[in-house]
C-alpha cells in the first residue's frame, strides 16, 4: 500500500461522488446522515487499522499486547459474533469495522449488518457516542427502498467508500479531515437541496469573522448550545 499523501480535495471530491449511489431517488435531508455516518465509519476503521499495522511491527504476534494497546484508542472497535438462532453455535465473527462490511457488502442482511455494527460500537463507546447512531436506521425501507434496490444501493456505498481518494489513515491525511470533510458535504447538501441550512452549517469565512471579534483566550470557556457542525468552536 503507497504512503503517498492524499489532499484534502481528493477526499472531499471522492467523499461527494459517494453520494451518487442516493441522489435523485432519496431526499438529500436523508441520504446525507447515511453518507456522514459512513465517513465517521470509515475514518475510525482506517484509524484503526493504521494503528493496528503499527503495533503489529512492535509486538510482532503478541495479540495480547497489540488488543491492550488498541484498547487505549480514542474509539474502540469491538468484535462481533453471530449465531444460530436455533443452535445458538457462532456461525460468524468479525471485528466491528467498515472493512468487515465491505467484504459483506453483497449479504442479503447487509443493512441489518451495518445496524448491527453501528450498535455495537455506540455501546462499547458509550461515554462518547451514546445516541449518535440510534435514529440511522441502514435497513430502513421508507428511506432506502424496497430489500433490493436498498441492498444494490448499500452495496454501492460501501464499494464507493473503497477509493484510495478515501484511505484516511493518520500516516496520509492531516489530524483535522474527518471535520473538515463533514463541514464540506454539509455545505454541498445544503447547496443540493436548495437551502442555506443556516440553521446547522455557518460557513467557513463567517466562522473564522466571529472567531476573530470574539478573540477568544486561553482558558476561556464558550457556551454554544446550538453549534451544528461546530465549525464556531474548532
Not at 38 to 61: A, C, N, P, T
Not at 150 to 176: A, G, I, T, W, Y
Not at 179 to 200: H, M, P, Q, V, W
Amino acid at each position: 500500500m503507497s504512503d503517498k499523501k492524499i489532499e484534502q480535495q481528493d477526499i472531499n471530491n471522492a467523499a461527494w461522488a459517494v453520494c451518487d449511489t442516493f441522489r435523485g431517488v432519496v431526499d438529500p435531508a436523508q441520504y446525507k446522515d447515511y453518507v456522514l455516518v459512513m465517513l465517521f465509519l470509515k475514518y475510525i476503521s482506517d484509524v484503526w487499522k493504521d494503528h493496528y499495522e503499527r503495533y503489529k511491527e512492535q509486538f510482532g504476534d503478541d495479540d495480547v499486547r497489540i488488543r491492550r494497546r488498541l484498547e487505549r484508542e480514542r474509539f474502540t472497535l469491538p468484535e462481533i459474533e453471530l449465531k444460530d438462532e436455533k443452535t445458538g453455535e457462532v456461525v460468524d465473527k468479525f471485528l466491528a469495522d467498515y472493512y468487515s462490511l465491505y467484504q459483506r457488502r453483497g449479504a442479503a442482511n447487509i443493512g441489518d449488518l451495518i445496524n448491527m455494527v453501528l450498535a455495537d460500537i455506540e455501546e462499547k463507546n458509550k461515554s462518547k457516542l451514546e445516541g449518535v447512531f440510534r435514529n440511522i436506521d441502514f435497513n430502513s425501507e421508507a428511506n432506502l427502498g424496497k430489500t433490493k434496490d436498498r441492498n444494490r444501493r448499500l452495496k454501492l456505498m460501501l464499494e464507493d467508500f473503497h477509493k484510495p481518494e478515501l484511505d484516511m489513515q493518520p500516516s496520509k491525511v492531516s489530524e483535522d479531515v474527518i471535520g473538515n470533510t463533514y463541514i464540506y458535504l454539509i455545505e454541498r447538501f445544503a447547496s443540493d437541496a436548495g437551502k442555506k441550512a443556516g440553521e446547522f452549517y455557518t460557513p467557513h469565512k463567517v466562522s473564522e469573522l466571529v472567531a476573530k471579534l470574539a478573540n477568544p483566550k486561553s482558558g476561556n470557556k464558550i457556551c454554544d448550545p446550538a453549534c451544528g457542525s461546530g465549525g464556531l468552536l474548532i
